[in-house]
């Protein structure tokens, strides 16, 4: 059974920072691309940050030079580090897990529970 797990979220004030984690069992970690994303009220989830099998990253513009995503695959775990938060960037966070697959397979793709951040004075 695959559990993608987050934890780290909470309240923050603006300027702050938080760290998510995202503990993975039931699938081989090192050979699945990890994201996060987040989804606000009334808005439609958006990726913010994807790191590859070989380590390269992807950010969306709004994050860039303030998140950081990595790997650790010894622990099957993937961070984001957030630092200079904005109230913009409350939302319910996502852990994503995802693997292409030959042959026109669909890639396979899990998801985890969320956990809230909410950056407010």
């Known amino acids: 059974q695959v559990q993608l797990v987050e934890s780290g979220g909470g309240l923050v004030q603006p300027g702050g920072s938080l760290r998510l984690s995202c503990a993975a069992s039931?699938?081989?970690?090192?050979?699945?691309?990890m994201g996060w994303y987040r989804q606000a009220p009334g808005k439609q989830r958006e990726m913010v940050a994807i790191?590859?099998?070989?380590?390269?990253?992807n950010y969306v513009g709004s994050v860039q030079d303030r998140f950081i995503i990595s790997r650790e695959n010894a622990k099957n775990t993937v961070y984001l580090e957030m630092n200079g938060l904005k109230p913009e960037d409350t939302a319910v966070y996502y852990c994503?897990?995802?693997?292409?697959?030959?042959?026109?397979?669909?890639?396979?793709?899990?998801w985890g529970q969320g956990t809230q951040v909410t950056v407010s004075s």
């Open positions: 994503n897990a995802r693997k292409q697959r030959p042959w026109g397979l669909p890639p396979l793709e899990y």
């Open positions: 039931g699938i081989t970690f090192s050979t699945f691309a």
């Open positions: 790191i590859t099998t070989t380590g390269g990253t």
